[in-house]
Each structure stands twice: as C-alpha cells, then as structure tokens.
C-alpha cells in the first residue's frame, strides 16, 4: 500500500482540481479513493466479530475523515469527495458480487480461506443476495445510458448511504430534484430487476 | 462539478416525465391513475410508462431498504474479509526461496487455516519436519522480536507427549517455526472419522495430554490452544503440538496485557470462558478447561456447546452451563471430573493438571465396594435430576448445574425454582445465611454508584464474590444484573448486545432462585426496559412493587414505562412516589427530574438536577437531562454549556451528551459545527453511539427524512432511547411517521 499522507496529499490535490472545473480530475480520483476505501474496510475487519456487519455509510465517512485535509478544501468539494466514493463503493461491491457469481458458477470447491482463529463467519454474501446486487449493476449501468444523473443520485443515497442534501451538494442539483430523481431511479430499478 | 444540465440525459420527455411523476406522488394511491390518463391524453406510451413506474414506486422503497441490509452490508464485510491472496503467496514462496537450502520442501498439507503448514526434509539429518509459516500480518513488523522470546520459553519442553519445537525464525517479516514431523493422525482427523471413542482410547490420550500439560504448566508454559487439532496420534500415545504459540503470538500482537477487543486469537469453538470474555490474566486453567472440551468430544463425539454464530457460541460460553455429559459406561466420576473441567468460573475448576490426574486415577480404578472421593462429592442424583429437568427453561438448569458445581449439603436441587431452604428466612437483600455473603452484596451496592468504569467492574466483582459464597443468594443476582446494565448504558453500540445478554441472564437466575424477591422482579423488569418489551417491563415491576411497595428504583421503573408509552401523566406520579419512598436516592432524583423535564416542568426539574451535580462525583447524566430543559426552552448557550458539562465529565453514561449538543449547535443556526459533529457520529457509529445519536443531530437540523431513517436503525441496534419520547423531538412527534415507529417500538400496544 502506497504511503498514506501522499495518497491524501493527492486526493486533496485532485479535489481542489474538480473545483476548477477539471473534469479528468474526477476520473483520476476514482482509483484512488477505491483503493483506500478497500484497504480502509479491509482495516477494520478485526473490530468486529461474526455477526455484525459493516457500514457502508460510515466507511465513506471515515474515508473522508482520514483522506481529505478539511482546511485545504472548500465545503463543496467534501460533496464531489463523497460522489465519488459513493462511486467506488458500487463498484467495490457489485465487483464483488460479480466474483462470487463466478466462483459458484466455476463449479467445484470455493476457495474459503478459513482462519486458525477465527471460525468462517456465518454472515457472509449469500448467493441469492451477490445474483441481486450483480442483477442491480446491471440495470444500474443501463440506467446510466439513458439517465446518468439518476445512476449517479442512486450511487450517491444507496451504495454511499448520502442524504438528500448531501447528494443535491455533491452533485450540483437541487434537494427537490434529487428527491424527485431519486424515487423516480427506484421506481425503474426495481421494475428491471424484477423483470430481469 | 458538473451541474445538473452537464449529465447526459433525454431532456425533454424526461423532464415531462418526472414533473408528472412527481405530482401523481404527491396524490393519494387511488387517484394517481386518473391524473396521469387525463395529463398523458394522447401519448398512450408516457401514460403507460408513468403507471408502470408508480406502480412499481410502491415496492421500491421498502425494498431498496431491505436490499441494504441483506446484499451492501454483507457484501462490504465479505470485501473486509478476503485476504489478501496475492500478498501472502509472495511472502511464501519467498521465504521457501531463503530456505532452500536448509529444507527441501515437499509438500503442503492443509487445515492449516491461516498458517500454511509444510513437509520438509532437513538433508542433514535426514530427517522429516513440519514447517508452519504464519501469515505477515499477523505479527506487526516490530513485533518478531516478541514473538521470538515467547517462542523460546515453550521451546524449552522436553516431554514424551509433547512435539518439541526444533527452530523459529523470522525472514523478511514472515515467521515460522518447525517441528519433528510426527507420522499419525490428528485427534480431530480421528473423531471426523469415527466419532466418539472407546472408553480406554479416550482415557489414555487423556492422559498424555494430562500429562503433558502437567509438566508443561510446572514451567510456567500455558498451551491456550488445546484442541483436537493440536493432539497428534502416533501409534498408542498422544503428542501436543504448538505449545505456547498461542500465547506468543498474542505477546506479539499487543502484549501480555492484550486488549484486542475480543478474542482474537484461539478457534472461537474450544475457547474457555474468560478467553472468550477476553480477560487479561488468562492462567493454566484456560488449558485444564480446553482439556474438558477435548475429553466431552471423545466421550460424546460432540461439543457441549452449540450456537448459530461464533459470536453466539462465545456468548454461550460466558454464560452458560455445558450441555450434560451422557455416555453410558463412563464412571460417575469421570463425568463429575471432566464436568468440574468444564465449570465456567475458572475458580471452581481444578486447580491443575496434577490435580486432575489424581482424581482421574480415584474415579477409573477405585477398588470395588470403597467409595471414592469423586463419587461421594457429586452422587449420581443430580445427573438424573439433569435429565429430569433437560427440557426446562435455561434458569432452571442453571440453578441445578450450580448446585452440582458446588455441592453444599443445604442445597437441594429437586426444588431448586421458587422454595428455599428452611434456614433462610430474613426478608429482602439480607436474605442469604452468610453474613460473608451479605457484605460482598452491600459492597457491592456501594460501588454502584460511582457511575465509573472501575466502578462498575468493581461492583460486578463484589457481587460474584457474594454469589461464589451463596450460589442461591438472588438479591446478588439482581444486583449484578443492574451492574451489567450500567455497563449497557455506558458501552459502544456493537457491543451492547452482549451485556444486555448478561443482565437478563442475571435476572432470570435471580428471578427462578427466589420469586419472592422483590429486586429480582426490579432487576427483570429494567432488563425489559432495555431490551424495549414494555408490556413485560410492567408486569415485572408491578409484582415488584406488590411484594414491597418500597423496593429501591421500582417506581423509577414504572416511570420509564410511562414515558415510554406516553403517559407523561402516570410518568410523574410514579416518578414522584420513588422519590417519597426514598428522597435520597439517585436514581430517583433523577427520574422525577426526567419526569418533570418530559412533562414540561423545566424549573422544577432543573432544581432537582442542581442536587444531582452537587455528588461526588457528579452525575453527569444531570447535565444531559439539563441541557435537554434548555434546548426546549430554545436557551441554546445554556443547554449547550449543560451537555458538553455532561460530556466532560469522563463519566460514560452520558452517553448522548454529544448527540444533544449536535441537536443544539444546529437549532442555533452553528451548522458547520453541527455537520462536523455529525461527520464524527456517523463514522465512529458502531463504537460509540448508535443510530439514535444520529437521528437526534438530523431532527436538530430539521432534516426529518434522514431523522426517521436513523430512528428506524436505532430501533434495529437497540440504540433508541427513552429521551425520545422528551418535547424536543416535538416535531418528530407531529409527524405521520411517528405513529409507525412507536409500532415498531412496541409502544402502541403495551399490554
């Protein structure tokens, strides 16, 4: 893992680049912010025990905690941060979903690497539940075709756990068109995934 | 950032789309379809489109709700989980390339879990060893060193039933150690196969485990991780193998005094109790107590313990007694031997393995007619009387295997629940013959009142020792219980389960000990408090007061009930019949003020909270319920000084002292202050204090949709408090959505 102060040097950089309205700089703050929330939820799999489980809310919030040095930035770009970590967290996990899919579909033994210690978790990815999420990046990513402010609300209030505010903030729209959005992002994902 | 018209999106029917969307929303259900066929005339596809959507609307929500806590958080733990695969082979096969030269790798075995575990062959001696790589992080870097030193200890044995520990070292980060390759199988490949052993087999690898931990604890070596795992079959004995890895790797991890919270190392499945609880001065008995399970595994061909989770399976062990032993040909006392192994506070074990060998040979070979010590101390009845009361609520068995663990000629296990023994008949706290007994518990009712950490562990110490005097002494149950929920009101939200757990516990042995008793009764009915069952809460504190109109925190009790289901009313005339019944005590105090502070009174109620802050120490808990007074009288200077007072004073069952200052510093127009403390509630939300701290600074914000969310988890975690139910979550009161959570509350319908 690469030396942290330079990673949050870099995130504030690139942060203060989107506010000038360099757009690359949004796609070049993408890998990094999902290797650190990785790293991040990775870091705290030893706080907790088996049946508890973690909180995509409060990874993205204590990402911005650790990552962003909050007297370098303006208050907007804490809004650009949690879209694209709201970003990294979809791909993160539909990522991860995918994989079981495959894994399964491989056929044969899993390879559940089990630790000495700590006996294999009972709360994990049920399969039915990685088919619904893969299912949901799915239509997710057709979403993104026709309506990419919609995928980009849903990003923001279902995989970064984003209030209202902070979704109309982080993405530049007003609090009544990302509620309008919002419903309206639902409505169409849930009709696709059931249809699918 | 891109603004709104910078997205890619069909603008224009879009656009129609969602302005019609959102008005039918904001229709009742019925009249939706009508709106939009009139609004739609002549464009049949965006009529059709639009009624697809809203149907489908009504389902969305809930489940997007649901789809978060089935598929995004357990997907998010999985991610947490996977190890890192590619980081740990580089670090193998780096290190079979530094040792290529020593050792000629043959092969891995598995069942390693995390170790990888390899064949070797020294060429020197011609000799076969067992390489164990542990993986890179489970020693921090500046560790090894520990890990070493910790290492040599255990490689200093030298015993028959012990595989000696050849070499250890530490390459690149990556440690390992060898051993002899022992030719055989593992106990655990041997009960896989064939399930519970012959008597004579499981007696002798008995044993030389025995044996081996003998003379490994007379060096001041404790294994920590005996398992079926770790005993190896060779021929007619049995070897330990990985003495004092345990041990030295949890030196390496944090030292000695390790405070991971948890158990972080050991198989969650035979760990000891205070291994589970995680204590810090974990001593031989840890290992006579694995010994237990390995030896009920051989007998029975399962453990005595089973759980759905490992954290259920540690809490089982905490507070539970094992299932009983049943095998058929085995003498009365080895079951009574290994049971007493098997006893959950380490005090009433044996003391050492010596001491298990000697009465291991008493019970296998007394001569006939002689009656050995074993025999006479547990007689067969009480494992009848087990049997008898196999299917009987937990409470029950409990009492009697307690009884057993501690055979005392008063106690009668046939009538365990409900009649004591005649000698006992002083009324309520004294009621126990041992005056040794009586001052733990007194002791141990003084210490409540600090409000402390050290207090609280001091209090729960003070009354196990009561009750290590009178196992039957139920004032002690209950008063452990009231400790542990101290503890509750003052731990992290993830961990509040556990103690919870314990309290009811507590008060249910309390309760089946002696119904009688009033403060068993009160003891229950603030465990239901907590775990929000109101109507039961009731009930329990009703009967209390019954049997003693006077019982301490009875009426402050049935206040908390009141407030809970609204009757501000009853809530302050309960409230004020503790504070008549005792007018110096604390808790009563506390209630009328909370009382008085719910039913608007806020003058009253800070006079009473004034008397509060003059303790010593004082209770900070006064100064969240002052503040509260303030922020209703929107006094926002005030009610802030009062709660960050309150968080100040290191006392934690102020818990919600923060919560309520975000609340405050948003009303009073300090926003970014507000969302900074908001940023830290939601990233240290499981630690610290839940969702309910959450919806509290959101309802301060007015930010209702996100307040309700949150309130909706707090019901979840167990978060939400009574202080909902105070005016200044007034707005959320107004609200439709309140009556909905007050439903899942349990409120709505008490009885």
């Known amino acids: 893992m690469t030396d942290p102060t330079l990673t949050s040097a870099d995130i504030t950089r690139l942060l203060q680049a989107v506010r000038r309205g360099e757009r690359q700089a949004l796609d070049d703050l993408f890998p990094l912010v999902y290797e650190e929330l990785r790293a991040l939820a990775r870091g705290q799999r030893s706080r907790w025990h088996g049946d508890l489980t973690m909180n995509a809310t409060a990874l993205v919030h204590e990402a911005y905690l650790k990552l962003v040095d909050q007297d370098a930035i303006a208050s907007e770009s804490r809004g650009h941060f949690f879209a694209v970590a709201a970003k990294a967290m979809r791909h993160i996990l539909c990522n991860y979903a995918r994989d079981r899919q495959r894994l399964k579909r491989g056929g044969g033994a899993e390879h559940v690497a089990m630790a000495d210690g700590l006996e294999a978790p009972r709360v994990d990815l049920s399969e039915a539940s990685a088919d619904e999420l893969a299912a949901l990046d799915s239509a997710l990513q057709r979403l993104e075709q026709s309506d990419e402010r919609q995928s980009r609300i849903v990003e923001c209030r279902f995989f970064g756990g984003m209030s209202i505010d902070e979704t109309a903030a982080a993405l530049g729209l007003s609090p009544a068109t990302v509620k309008r959005d919002w419903a309206l992002a639902r409505a169409w994902l849930y009709r696709e995934v059931q249809q699918g | ?751």
Request: hydrophobic letters at 45%; aromatic letters at 6%; proline letters at 6%.
């Open chain 2, 1 to 751: 950032m891109r603004s709104g018209g910078a997205f890619r999106t069909n603008h224009t029917r879009s656009a129609r789309l969602g302005a019609l969307f959102e008005q039918a929303l904001d229709l009742p259900v019925q009249e939706r379809e009508p709106f939009v066929s009139h609004a739609c005339e002549g464009d049949a596809a965006l009529r059709d489109e639009l009624i697809s959507l809203l149907e489908a609307h009504l389902a969305a929500g809930a489940y997007f709700d649901d789809l978060s806590r089935r598929a995004v958080a357990p997907a998010l733990s999985a991610v947490a989980r996977q190890p890192d695969d590619a980081e740990a082979m580089r670090a193998v096969e780096k290190l079979r390339e530094r040792l290529a030269d020593t050792y000629r790798f043959e092969q891995e075995l598995g069942g390693g879990g995390m170790s990888r575990i390899f064949v070797a062959e020294d060429p020197r001696l011609k000799r076969r060893v067992v390489i164990k790589v542990l993986p890179p992080e489970i020693i921090p870097t500046d560790a090894a060193d520990r890990f070493q030193r910790e290492i040599e200890l255990a490689a200093q044995l030298q015993h028959p039933h012990i595989v000696p520990l050849l070499s250890t070292d530490t390459v690149d980060g990556t440690s390992y150690y060898t051993m002899p390759f022992v030719t055989g199988e593992s106990l655990r490949d041997r009960l896989a196969r064939d399930g519970a052993l012959p008597l004579d087999d499981a007696l002798r690898i008995w044993r030389d485990l025995l044996d081996a931990l003998a003379h490994a604890h007379a060096r001041g070596v404790v294994h920590r991780d005996i398992k079926p795992g770790n005993i190896l079959l060779s021929g007619r004995h049995a070897l330990v193998t990985d003495f004092g890895i345990a041990l030295a790797l949890e030196t390496a991890a944090g030292g000695a005094q390790s405070t991971t919270r948890g158990p972080a190392i050991g198989t969650a499945a035979y760990m000891a109790p205070e291994q589970a609880a995680a204590k810090a001065d974990l001593d031989q008995r840890v290992d006579l107590y694995q010994a237990g399970l390995v030896m009920y595994e051989m007998l029975t061909g399962v453990l005595p313990f089973e759980a759905e989770s490992t954290h259920e399976l540690l809490l089982a062990r905490i507070t539970r007694e094992p299932a009983p032993l049943l095998r058929r040909e085995a003498p009365d006392g080895l079951v009574a031997l290994v049971t007493r192994c098997l006893a959950r506070a380490r005090r009433h074990r044996p003391e050492s393995a010596e001491a298990v060998l000697a009465e291991l040979d008493l019970a296998t070979s007394p001569p006939p007619g002689k009656p050995t010590f074993a025999a006479v101390a547990v007689a067969g009845r009480p494992r009848r009387t087990i049997a008898r009361y196999a299917g009987a609520t937990l409470a029950l068995v409990t009492v009697v295997s307690l009884a057993m663990v501690r055979p005392s000629p008063r106690s009668t296990p046939g009538g365990a629940a409900g009649s004591l023994p005649a000698s006992i008949t002083a009324s309520g706290p004294r009621r126990t013959p041992d005056i040794a007994a009586y001052e733990w518990y007194r002791r141990g009712m003084d210490v409540a009142l600090l409000r402390t950490d050290r207090g609280r562990r001091e209090g729960i110490a003070h009354f196990e020792r009561a009750i290590s005097i009178d196992s039957m002494y139920a004032a002690a149950y209950a008063g452990l219980s009231r400790m542990y929920l101290t503890v509750w009101n003052a731990s992290a939200a993830d961990e509040r389960r556990t103690w919870a757990r314990l309290a009811e516990e507590a008060a249910f042995h309390a309760v089946a000990l002696d119904d009688t008793e009033p403060m068993a009764h009160v003891a229950l009915g603030w465990v239901r408090l907590a775990t929000s069952d109101y109507g039961a809460a009731e009930a329990a504190l009703t009967r209390a007061l019954d049997l003693s109109p006077v019982v301490p925190r009875g009426h402050e009790g049935l206040a908390r009930v009141h407030m809970m289901t609204g009757r501000r009313v009853e809530q302050l005339a309960e409230a004020r019949l503790g504070v008549e019944a005792d007018p110096f005590s604390h808790s009563a105090i506390r209630e009328l003020s909370l009382a008085l502070a719910t039913n608007d009174r806020c003058e009253e109620a800070l006079d009473g909270l004034r008397t509060l802050k003059t303790l010593t120490p004082p209770a900070a808990v006064a100064g969240v319920i002052g503040g509260m007074c303030y922020a209703s009288r929107e006094m926002w200077p005030e009610a802030i000084s009062e709660l960050q007072w309150a968080a100040s004073q290191g006392d934690n069952s102020a818990t919600f002292a923060p919560a309520f200052t975000g609340y405050s510093l948003a009303r009073a127009g300090r926003q970014d202050e507000a969302s900074a403390l908001l940023s830290e509630l939601l990233a240290r939300r499981e630690q610290r204090h839940g969702s309910f701290a959450i919806a509290t600074v959101y309802t301060g914000m007015r930010d209702y949709d996100e307040a309700f969310a949150w309130l909706d988890r707090a019901v979840d975690d167990g978060s939400l408090n009574p202080y909902i139910m105070h005016p200044i979550f007034a707005d959320l009161h107004r609200d439709p959505r309140f009556q909905r959570l007050k439903e899942r509350m349990g409120v709505e319908s008490p009885r």
